[in-house]
């Protein structure tokens, strides 16, 4: 059973940067999609990155060229860098992992984080 652990999450200015990272115990992500997915206080869980078994990088709109998703050479730990944040990416971003293909690479994520809260704030 992967259990997933994120981490990296913080209260920070607007403009500032995060980076949160993704490990997990009882297995690899290695062979898995991985995911950051967030949500916000009131609101649905957004999916804001992912990176497939190929390889292929995916992202929300909103956050196109401020958030990097990557992964070590041993894709062990997965990162999400998070740069020019904004109070509207207040959240908790959680990380999933899933395996098999899927018509999308958020879909079917099989193993969840706890998730760890990012909040953007003056």
């Known amino acids: 059973q992967l259990q997933i652990v994120e981490s990296g999450g913080g209260l920070v200015q607007p403009g500032e940067s995060l980076r949160l990272s993704c490990t997990a115990s009882?297995?690899?992500?290695?062979?898995?999609?991985v995911a950051w997915f967030r949500q916000a206080p009131g609101k649905e869980r957004e999916e804001v990155s992912c990176i497939s078994n190929f390889g292929e990088y995916q992202y929300l709109n909103s956050v196109k060229g401020r958030f990097t998703i990557s992964r070590d050479n041993a894709k062990t730990t997965y990162y999400l860098q998070m740069d020019s944040l904004k109070p509207e990416d207040t959240a908790v971003y959680y990380c999933?992992?899933?395996?098999?293909?899927?018509?999308?690479?958020?879909?079917?994520?099989?193993?969840w984080g706890e998730g760890t809260l990012v909040t953007v704030s003056t």
């Open positions: 009882g297995g690899s992500l290695s062979s898995y999609r």
């Open positions: 999933a992992a899933g395996s098999g293909m899927t018509i999308s690479c958020f879909a079917g994520m099989k193993y």
